[in-house]
């Protein structure tokens, strides 16, 4: 058969998948939660806390991800003073590079929402994190879900990277099956498959988002 060596090696191609969504599930939720911080301090008329947060996006959208993966790879151990598992610095350094594009996601969401249901909000007294709490953010996502799904298709494919620091993900074992089995064309092939399936599916469920929440 010709797919026969992933029936072989069926079972350790799951695992690495398992280590790909572990790795995107727990960027997805750190890198979301700090974009919504880091977007609605961009949003901040105090310099003293628009300029550092706004540095700090530039700075991580003008760095490719994978040097930001080897930085935070060689230099965690040298700041903490331990060695730190590989999987745990892949996911660090998704979080914060991924996060400054949900941060532009969010702060364009924030300022999509009419004016007079923010003024509405203050005049029945809301406090400024009362009104971002309750009236805006609830909105701005609803309006951001299209770019958010689109965001989180992207991070899925950049989980592969991780490859890079000897994490075992997917890209990994299909890479580790390969040396043993020799077989390049079928092992990444199928690589390229689940990829394509995985993360054609998240375009349509953007597409979808975009029709019903877009307008």
Not at 3 to 19: A, E, Q, Y
Not at 109 to 116: D, L, P, T, W
């Amino acid at each position: 058969m010709i797919f026969d060596v992933i029936f072989r090696n069926i079972h350790l191609l799951l695992s690495g998948l398992g280590v790909t969504f572990q790795i995107f599930i727990l960027a997805w939720i750190g890198s979301f939660l700090l974009g919504i911080g880091l977007g609605v301090l961009r949003l901040s008329s105090r310099k003293a806390i628009y300029w550092p947060v706004t540095i700090y996006i530039q700075t991580m959208r003008s760095i490719p991800l994978i040097l930001v993966i080897f930085g935070f790879y060689l230099l965690l151990p040298i700041i903490t003073g331990k060695s730190m598992p590989s999987l745990v610095s892949a996911v660090i350094s998704f979080i914060v590079f991924e996060a400054v594009y949900f941060a532009e996601i969010v702060r364009g969401g924030i300022q999509s929402v009419r004016k007079n249901l923010i003024d509405a909000g203050y005049s029945t007294g809301l406090s400024y994190f009362q009104v971002m709490t309750f009236i805006i953010l609830p909105q701005a996502i609803k309006n951001m879900i299209p770019s958010i799904v689109t965001q989180s298709v992207v991070v899925f494919q950049d989980t592969a990277l991780a490859y890079v620091i000897g994490v075992k993900e997917f890209l990994r074992i299909t890479t580790l099956v390969n040396v043993r089995e020799v077989r390049s064309i079928e092992l990444y092939l199928f690589a390229a498959l689940v990829y394509f399936c995985i993360c054609s599916f998240g375009s349509l469920l953007a597409r979808r988002m975009e029709k019903r929440y877009g307008g």
